[in-house]
Structures are given as structure tokens and as C-alpha cells.
């Protein structure tokens, strides 16, 4: 590890321009590259005290070794010259585009004397139109299939062409009528020119004009009697209308846009763009970011644009830059990213957060798909056998355990400003979720807001439980001198209930984890050590920063970012998180919206709809007799005198007064109360220890 006052630059020796800095190490590699609008001040801030930098800045700054840089004239040579090195030299500590293959696009080749529709992918050829990119390919083929119906360009090989053109013979996509066989001279060079040409305006919007005339020639066919043409032609017509709706309008006022969203947590972000042509949606890519550096989502923003239209070839740089590029968050400074764009469009460029309207939807949909993305690519990276076992292994060793922890159990505390304050545990098998063993606590000790004290009431509850059902098991049982006491605490016979299922708390964890610093570390410790235990090791997992403390020391365990052992680490604590918050809501939104019936013993959700139906209305049911009552379906006398008993003991509320006239709305109570009452509850939560 190096000490950046070693390489630290002469005070005065920065110049004060805009410019690009580059940090390298030992050994002389580029780790990381960065552009600056004054590099004095922006380089200088790495030269702080390292205990004020963010983590991954001081991981950056202790292994490099020197620093370097060059100046320019402006902000937006800065901005060209940076994305330039990061493709030049792949600096490690720079964002990573994990996901950076090369997404498939419909390109025509109008620089061949037969132009050819194909699927193409990576940079973009002289000569040759593109569209897209599309997400698959198939999806390409299943509209070239559609268009070449009506626009019967070639699409075969070059070798094809020629073997066709030697024997005089067209291939079975010229005899179907879906290529034009410009091969054996069914059509002249110059009339497939024009097929390809009336193809390219097609795909690239113009498709009113066209779908016009082929209706009025249609119209014409038909007025002359010739039928079997008026037929083609209007087959020919909803062909064209099935292509199109494969990109259904999305932005009424045939906009040209690109929709950029980001999905991101502390490790890892997915960034998905919408590619709209003409109004419609012509094509959709994405990445998975790694965030290596300390960087925000204006930053994520930067690096995409970067990313999106930074590679592609001079020539295609106006067809791919857009006139509107609608982002998440402003990339700062935002002039010169704004003016690069617009260079490279050759006009100027709108960069902006979109507020109302189609646009802000839209976005909200590319935002879902780069939520969905980000969770595919956790879920896919979890499923992993093999780097499940490499987790695993990395926090064994990370917190120097005798063996790695299968079962790992978090915890984490919810609440809203003090109040309904409940705690979740979620447990990891194997390294995969065991929801069957999850379990939700309501904190009963005490009220108000004090998450370490309630994480030590849920830790002492949990394991008091444990200790209660292994006393029951009798593998709590004291061995005489020389018997040997049990070497694994593993689930015995005794560990399961009459129906052979595991007892709800008969299975220990190896590893213990708290949703949190030193404090709760503590507060889970203590817990422990009240009860005896001494085998279960513990940490806790820091959000801010991703530091995973252990019980007693001062100083916190910094697993690499990259590590998958952190990774799981933060997909447990982001588990208990959820399912805590989850239930959390429930239970506020549960003494919210509770009214007179949920408070009736032996009355459930489906019997109280049954009521209020019948009846219309609190105040009519609590008139109703007793034998009323048991007219409704599935209320026995029982539980209708139970319902009447407990209607009769309690002061009805007071009516309603409409405030502009003063007048009394006698059925006003109950009929707002009716639809408290009667509102869907979610499912009864699971039995609390």
C-alpha cells in the first residue's frame, strides 16, 4: 500500500485548466482516469486525509503510485479525451461496463450494387444504413420477415448471390415472392435500389405516405375488377401494419429521443436506454455497471452517454445522437456534455430530466426495465453454484471462521418515527434464501425508538427459544465425567414436531448478522452472552459504507467491493430489510384502517365482508338481532351472539355534520366507517415469539 504524500505533486505545480488526469501504479498501469474543469483543486482533493475519503477513493489513491495529466482547451475536449483513455487503457478503478457486447441491429448495405438486409452487429460500416439496436435477433428477423412481403430485398450471402447468379436458379425466398431474385435478373439493379431505399424510409418512420398509396392503388385494383391485385395489396397493407405494431407509438409527436434510466445500489447499477425514432420505440439496449468508483447517478449518466455515443463512427455520429436525450439526472457540469452532443449531432441537442407528460411516463417505464434488469442480474448471479461456494468461503475467511457459515441468519429493526417498531429475520442456506425459516417480531419491551435496545430484545427472544426447544430435545442434557458432551449442536430426532417438520428455532445459525454498526453489534453480543451461548459468531453489515464489523474491535473488516462475499453479505441484509419494512407497513396499514369487527374474537376477514354486505352498514348490523345475524351465510348463533355482544358494548361514533349547512348526516358514521371496515386485509401474520 503506498503513501500518496510520496507522489503527492509540488504545491503550484498543478496548473489551474480544465484537463485529464490519469493515476497510475508500481508497475506503471493507468488505474484510473478522470477530467476536471481546474485540476488544481480536483487533484488536490485526493491528497486529503485518507479518513475523509470515501473507501473506494482511498483504495485508488494507496495503490497508485504516481499521477500525471494533460491539459486542454475546453471542458468538452476534457470530456473526448477521457472517454478516449478509459477505452485505451481500461482502468480498473473506473466504471466497468460488465455487459458491453455489442447489441444486434438491421442494417442495409447501400453501399453494394444489390443492397442486402441482414443482422449486423458492432461498429457501425460506411455505406450502410442501420436500425435499432433491438434487444435480440430474432426480433429483427421476425420484422424483416414481415416487411419483405411488401419489400422483397435480397438478404441472402454474397456467396448465395453468386452461386444463384451462375446457375440461373433463384433461391426458395425468390420463388415464394419474398425476394425480388435481382440474381437472375428479375429486376434491374436500379428497381431493387429503390425496393431497398422504400425499406430503409419505412423502418426509419415515413410510413404514412406509403401505406396511402398502397391503399389507393388498392382502391384502384379493386374499381378496375382486378381482385387477385386488390387482395395482395391489402394483405400487403396489414403486413405492413403488423410490423408497425411491433413498434407501437409511445411518443404522439413523432419524437426523436432516447431515454436513458439507471437501477443502482452500493456495489452495482444497470443503466437501460429506449431507443424512440419517429415516435415509436425502434430499439432497446442495456448494461451492468460495476461501480468501482465513488460515483453518483449523474455520474452513471455521464459515463452511459459516454458509452452510447462515444463509439460510434464518425460518419453515423448525427443518425445516432438524437435532437432529445432524456436522462434520470444532470450530468455536472452540464454545459460541456451538452455542447459534446451536440458536436457530434452536428445541431444542437436537448439533455434534459424529463417533468410531464408521455415523456416522464416513458421513463418510468425504462426506469422499471433497469429496476428488472438489476434484479435479474443479482438473481442470475446468485443462482450460481460455484460462486455461491466462493462467497461463502470469502466471509469464512474474511471474519476467520472454522468452517464456512451454511446457515446464515440477519436482522434488522423497522419502524416509522418510533412508532410500530418490528424486527425480521431472514435466513441464507447454502447460500440461497430459505423463506420457509423467516420469522417477524414485534418489539415488546419498551416503547419508542431505540434500535439497539430492540436488537437486543429480538437476538435474546430467538435464542431463548433455541435454548427452550433443545432442553425439550434433551441435547441439553449435562454427560457424566467421562461421557463426551455433543460436538456439533446439530438438529436431532427430538429437533422436529409430531408432522416430522423442523421446530420453528431448533436450528442454531454459524453465522449471526445485525443490520448495522458497532452499537448493534454490541447490543446482539450481550444478548448472547446473557444466555450462554458461545458458539454462534456474529457481525454486523454498515450500510453506508459496506464495512462489516465484528464484536469488540475497534476497526471494521473491508471486504473488496468486487468480493462476492460482500455481495452476499449485502444481499442478506437488503433481505431482512425488505421483509422488515414490508411488515412494518403491514402493521401500520393494519391499525390504520381496523374498524369494530377485527376486534371480534372468531371473526375473520371473509365472514366480516359477509356482514357488512348483508347489512349495508355498521349502524344496521349493530340494530340487527341476533337471529338477523345468523341469516347471513357462514355466521353460526354462536359467533352472531359474539358479534352482537361486542357491537352493543361499544358507543357507536358520532354522526356527521356536513360544515356548509350544519345538517346532521345521521347514516354518515357508519357509511364511512363501511368501507374501512370492509377493505382487504392482508393475510394474518405469522405467530410472533
Not at 448471479?381 to 460462486?387: C, E, G, M, P, Q
Amino acid at each position: 500500500m503506498a503513501d500518496p504524500s510520496t507522489y503527492r505533486p509540488a504545491p503550484g505545480a498543478i496548473p489551474t485548466s480544465p484537463g485529464v488526469y490519469k493515476f497510475r501504479d508500481a508497475h506503471g498501469r493507468v488505474i484510473y482516469v478522470g477530467k476536471a474543469k481546474s485540476l488544481r483543486p480536483r487533484l488536490s482533493s485526493y491528497f486529503q486525509d485518507l479518513a475523509g475519503l470515501h473507501p473506494r477513493t482511498a483504495t485508488m489513491v494507496t495503490t497508485a503510485a504516481s499521477v500525471e495529466w494533460t491539459v486542454v482547451a475546453t471542458e468538452v475536449e476534457a470530456l473526448q479525451l477521457e472517454y478516449s483513455w478509459i477505452k485505451e487503457y481500461d482502468p480498473r478503478f473506473n466504471v466497468k461496463y460488465r455487459d458491453d457486447k455489442s447489441y444486434p441491429e438491421l442494417a442495409v448495405t447501400l453501399d453494394e450494387e444489390y443492397p442486402r438486409v441482414q443482422v449486423m452487429r458492432g461498429a457501425h460500416k460506411k455505406g450502410v444504413r442501420y436500425f435499432g439496436p433491438y434487444g435480440h435477433a430474432w426480433a429483427i428477423r421476425e420484422t424483416v420477415d414481415l416487411l419483405l412481403r411488401v419489400f422483397p430485398v435480397r438478404t441472402c450471402s454474397n456467396g448465395v448471390f453468386k452461386r444463384a447468379r451462375q446457375v440461373g436458379r433463384p433461391c426458395l425466398l425468390g420463388y415464394i415472392g419474398k425476394c425480388a431474385a435481382p440474381c437472375v435478373g428479375k429486376v434491374s439493379a436500379d428497381e431493387h435500389r429503390e425496393l431497398a431505399e422504400d425499406f430503409c424510409d419505412f423502418m426509419a418512420g415515413r410510413t404514412g405516405n406509403y401505406l396511402r398509396r398502397l391503399e389507393d392503388r388498392m382502391q384502384e385494383a379493386a374499381a378496375d375488377m382486378e381482385y387477385e391485385k386488390a387482395a395482395r395489396l391489402r394483405d400487403d397493407i396489414g403486413a405492413l401494419k403488423r410490423a408497425m405494431e411491433k413498434n407501437a407509438i409511445v411518443l404522439a409527436d413523432a419524437t426523436d429521443a432516447d431515454l436513458l434510466a439507471v437501477a443502482e445500489d452500493e456495489l452495482e447499477a444497470a443503466v437501460q436506454i429506449f431507443h424512440v425514432r419517429g415516435g415509436r420505440v425502434r430499439g432497446q439496449r442495456g448494461w451492468v455497471t460495476d461501480k468501482v468508483e465513488d460515483v453518483d447517478t449523474a455520474g452513471l449518466v455521464e459515463h452511459a452517454l459516454q458509452q452510447l455515443y462515444g463509439a460510434a463512427a464518425p460518419d453515423e455520429r448525427n443518425e445516432s445522437v438524437p435532437r432529445e436525450v432524456l436522462v434520470p439526472a444532470l450530468p455536472e457540469p452540464l454545459a460541456p456534455v451538452r455542447e459534446w452532443l451536440s458536436g457530434l449531432r452536428g445541431s444542437q441537442v436537448d439533455l434534459r430530466i424529463p417533468q410531464r407528460g408521455d415523456k416522464k411516463d416513458l421513463m418510468a417505464t425504462v426506469q422499471r426495465n433497469a429496476q428488472q434488469a438489476l434484479a435479474l442480474h443479482k438473481t442470475k448471479r446468485a443462482s450460481d453454484l460455484t460462486t455461491r461456494s466462493r462467497a461463502l468461503q470469502e466471509i469464512a475467511d474474511a471474519l476467520e471462521l472454522d468452517s464456512v457459515p451454511l446457515r446464515i441468519e440477519c436482522y434488522d429493526i423497522s419502524h416509522l418515527q418510533g412508532e410500530d417498531v418490528v424486527a425480521s429475520m431472514v435466513v441464507f442456506e447454502d447460500g440461497l434464501a430459505r423463506k420457509s425459516e423467516y420469522r417477524r417480531f414485534q418489539i415488546k419491551g419498551f416503547e419508542g425508538q431505540d434500535d439497539v435496545r430492540s436488537m437486543h430484545e429480538v437476538i435474546s427472544r430467538r435464542f431463548r427459544r433455541y435454548l427452550q426447544e433443545r432442553e425439550q430435545t434433551g441435547e441439553w442434557a449435562v454427560p457424566e465425567e467421562d461421557e463426551p458432551a455433543t460436538a456439533e449442536p446439530g438438529p436431532a430426532a427430538g429437533a422436529r414436531d409430531e408432522e416430522g417438520r423442523p421446530k420453528r428455532f431448533a436450528y442454531p445459525p454459524q453465522l449471526l448478522v445485525v443490520d448495522g454498526g458497532q452499537p448493534q453489534v454490541a447490543a446482539a453480543r450481550r444478548a448472547l452472552e446473557e444466555l450462554g451461548i458461545d458458539d454462534v459468531a456474529l457481525c454486523g453489515l454498515a450500510k453506508r459504507l459496506e464495512e462489516v464489523w465484528l464484536p469488540g474491535e475497534d476497526d471494521p473488516v473491508v471486504l473488496p467491493r468486487s468480493s462476492e462475499g460482500l455481495y452476499l453479505l449485502q444481499r442478506v441484509r437488503d433481505e431482512a430489510h425488505r421483509f422488515a419494512i414490508s411488515y412494518q407497513r403491514n402493521k401500520r396499514s393494519k391499525r390504520l384502517t381496523a374498524g369494530e369487527l377485527d376486534s371480534v374474537p372468531g371473526l375473520g376477514e371473509t365472514r366480516r365482508r359477509a356482514l357488512l354486505k348483508h347489512f349495508g352498514s355498521l349502524k344496521k348490523l349493530r340494530a340487527a338481532t341476533v337471529d338477523e345475524i345468523c341469516a347471513v351465510p357462514g355466521i353460526g348463533r354462536r359467533t352472531a351472539e359474539t358479534v352482537a355482544a361486542a357491537l352493543s358494548s361499544r358507543t357507536p361514533a358520532a354522526p356527521a355534520v356536513n360544515t356548509a349547512t350544519g345538517e346532521i348526516i345521521e347514516d354518515g358514521a357508519d357509511q364511512a366507517a363501511e368501507p374501512v371496515a370492509a377493505a382487504p386485509q392482508t393475510a394474518p401474520s405469522q405467530e410472533t415469539p
